[in-house]
């Protein structure tokens, strides 16, 4: 076998082209670049990640190529993976994203995972999801809670759009509906939840953000206003018109967030305020009770 990027025969083969893709992405600087490389040609050539780990002496073909070259180019410009393939695995489920929503975070998944605790001993809950972007947070608790209802919520109609449509992908667009709304000034029901994953980056943090962040990632999804509790203090004021009494509030917040959005909570009168640390032990997701 040639030590290039070709066979003996002229044809690039799948191991040369994975190990040359990885060290033009290491080269500029990108983390995980053999992760990239093996979920860009999971989407160019249709094959399993098992399947690609056994094929590395087989020939890549022409379309295989193509593509995985243009997407190649859009990942060394930094343009996120999710984007660049459609998609993004959140609490087990692939959802489907773009450039309108915000890409879900491993760390979104507390706020998941904690709203199922304090919902568990309702029967039928029925929640409500503010920013919903993708759906992905409003989706899994849905999938999780058979008996669930909710209704996501979004300032942007091309977001409610991603969101109805993974609605669908994951069966349960009969038990949810999509709103646009700024914040929850267009909500009219009552709830025993409601969750929110809001935009809380400040001005100084968000000139700090990586570029394919930055360049690419809805800003009205990751802004928070100056001091990043903009978004914190409108729900807040809004959570009484909506919530159920004895209804629950559960956000995730930034690391350094924890106090001043106790503080918002206190002052309107919340219950049993708690927060949960995320993988990394930072502070990540409050709740209170109504």
Known sequence: MA??????????????LKHGATNMLASAGIENPALDVRMLLEKASGKTAAELIICDHDAVPKRVQIVFRVMLGQRLAYEPIAYIIGEKAFWSLD???NERVLIPRPETEGLVEYALELIADIPAPHIVDVGTGCGAV??????????ATGVGVDIAPKALAVAAANAQRHDVSHRCNFLRSDYLSAVKEKFDIVVSNPPYIDEAAMKKLAPDVKNYEPETALYGGK???TAYRV???QIKTV???????VFEIGFDQKQPVSDLLTK?????????????????ILSAKF
């Open 268 to 284: 309107v009168g919340a219950t049993n305020i708690i927060c949960q640390q995320d993988l990394a032990d930072k502070d990540r």
């Open 95 to 97: 959802f489907m994203v």
């Open 235 to 237: 729900i807040i004021s």
């Open 3 to 16: 030590s290039n990027t070709t066979s003996s025969m002229g044809k690039i083969i799948y191991g040369e």
């Open 227 to 229: 001091d990043g509790l």
């Open 243 to 249: 919530l159920k009494p004895g209804g629950y509030l």
């Open 138 to 147: 409003l989706i899994s608790l849905l999938h999780e809670r058979m008996s």
